[in-house]
């Protein structure tokens, strides 16, 4: 199975205001409102999540947002823990710690927000937090390079063309 941090991008990214690394925004337009694109987000993930190339056990695991957990399963009962959620207030966002395929003791974080359009919903992930990392600039790639797949597949899954 490929590792979540298979794809790193060639590009370097610019530092922050702060002088850390900008915050790193993907987003994608689903039809329908905004109550159906967070239930989609958050109670479906199962169903729309690319497990084969974005998981800890690959094809055939289960992720699910349970309780405050972001958690998948292995089809042989093995957990991994992808990150808390914190702030939580559905259906406009939900803010999340996120270490999937490594421990809780260096997370960056997620903020998902759901924005109404006029027939549409618009869903961005807002993802920061790099500077703990070994190597900053390779994981803001990574993911630079992973959200807007992870994005695509739920785009699908909500019926977008």
């Known amino acids: 199975?490929?590792?979540?941090?298979?794809?790193?991008?060639?590009n370097v990214p610019e530092p922050?205001?702060?002088g850390g690394l900008e915050t790193l925004v993907a987003s994608v337009t689903v039809p329908g409102p905004?109550?159906?694109?967070?239930?989609?987000?958050t109670d479906?993930?199962?169903?729309?999540?690319?497990?084969?190339?974005h998981s800890v056990y690959g094809e055939g695991s289960y992720v699910e947002f349970e309780e405050q957990l972001i958690l998948e399963t292995a089809d042989d009962g093995r957990?991994?823990?992808w990150g808390t959620v914190g702030d939580?207030?559905?259906p406009f966002t939900f803010q999340a710690s996120w270490h999937p395929g490594s421990t809780a003791?260096?997370?960056?974080?997620i903020r998902v927000v759901f924005v109404r359009g006029e027939d549409s919903t618009t869903v961005?992930?807002?993802?920061?937090?790099?500077e703990g990392a070994e190597n900053p600039v390779a994981v803001r790639n990574q993911w630079a390079q992973a959200w807007p797949e992870i994005l695509g597949s739920f785009a699908r899954f909500m019926g977008a063309g």
């Open 34 to 41: 905004v109550s159906r694109a967070f239930e989609g987000f």
């Open 16 to 18: 922050g205001p702060d």
């Open 88 to 90: 939580w207030q559905p």
């Open 124 to 130: 961005e992930v807002r993802h920061d937090g790099w």
């Open 79 to 81: 957990t991994s823990i």
């Open 44 to 53: 479906h993930t199962h169903l729309w999540w690319p497990m084969a190339s």
């Open 1 to 10: 199975m490929n590792s979540l941090f298979s794809h790193a991008a060639n």
């Open 105 to 109: 003791l260096w997370s960056t974080e």
